[in-house]
């Protein structure tokens, strides 16, 4: 049985240095930058960038952001998710299935339970759905939809190597849908969002580390086992 320090080094090895690095630098720019910003309750320049989004996207492309919107919303979520870990299960992909757990459930907790009860900033006035209500640094939205959408990609593309490019195409195409759907109706300041796919990022590199280091491990222990069978036969 490894050790707790083992088990450590074991992740930050499969984390690389590279991604780290930009693991640490995104942390360090969140912290920091986060709190005189949020302090803020009606940034000028956020509300001109609100206003803006408004005056460049016609009324029917509007309609479409305003279904996206409610489409990323945490009912249809649960939905994807559910439907997501059960596939694995039914694939027997445990080891995925356990990271996906971590990775969605995680960021959740992080997000609704530790980071925004701690700012505490209020969303935008004048949101365009009156479900939208609640705090809103940094955005559920934003996070969730990188460490969900682009956590599945990964695995499914672990498996399915022909499906990689046109997941991360579909994946890409809305995540960045949404995010612009939460600035449309003004459920989210455009910090929130940055804020959200930073915080998303880290944890989904953390994630994904952990997954390589199991893997690896599994790998290591199936060769000592064959290993070992074939030295007593």
């Known amino acids: 049985m490894r050790t707790p320090i083992a088990v450590v080094r074991a992740w930050l090895r499969a984390l690389g240095p590279a991604r780290a690095l930009v693991a640490v630098i995104t942390l360090l720019a969140f912290l920091v930058w986060a709190p005189p910003l949020v302090a803020h309750r009606d940034p000028p320049a956020e509300l001109a960038v609100l206003d803006q989004i408004h005056r460049w996207i016609p009324a029917r492309l509007g309609a479409v952001l305003v279904a996206v919107y409610q489409l990323s919303g945490k009912h249809v979520s649960a939905i994807l998710v559910l439907s997501m870990l059960i596939f694995l299960a039914l694939r027997r992909y445990w080891a995925e299935l356990a990271c996906l757990i971590v990775g969605a459930g995680g960021i959740l907790l992080l997000v609704d339970l530790c980071f925004k009860p701690h700012f505490d900033r209020p969303r935008p006035s004048d949101a365009l759905l009156a479900e939208i209500y609640g705090r809103s640094f940094p955005s559920g939205h934003a996070a969730g939809s990188v460490v969900f959408y ?84």
């Not at 990689?164 to 995540?175: E, N, S, T």
């Not at 953390?206 to 036969?233: K, M, Y």
């Open 150 to 233: 682009f956590l599945s990609c990964t695995l499914l593309a672990a498996h399915y190597p022909r499906w990689r490019k046109p997941l991360f195409l579909i994946a890409g195409i809305w995540v960045g849908l949404v995010w612009l759907s939460t600035l449309y109706v003004r459920a989210h300041w455009p910090s929130d969002i940055l804020g959200g796919a930073a915080l998303g990022y880290v944890w989904l590199s953390f994630c994904l580390a952990g997954l390589t280091a199991w893997e690896g491990h599994q790998s290591r222990r199936s060769t000592a086992v064959a290993s070992a069978s074939s030295d007593h036969g």
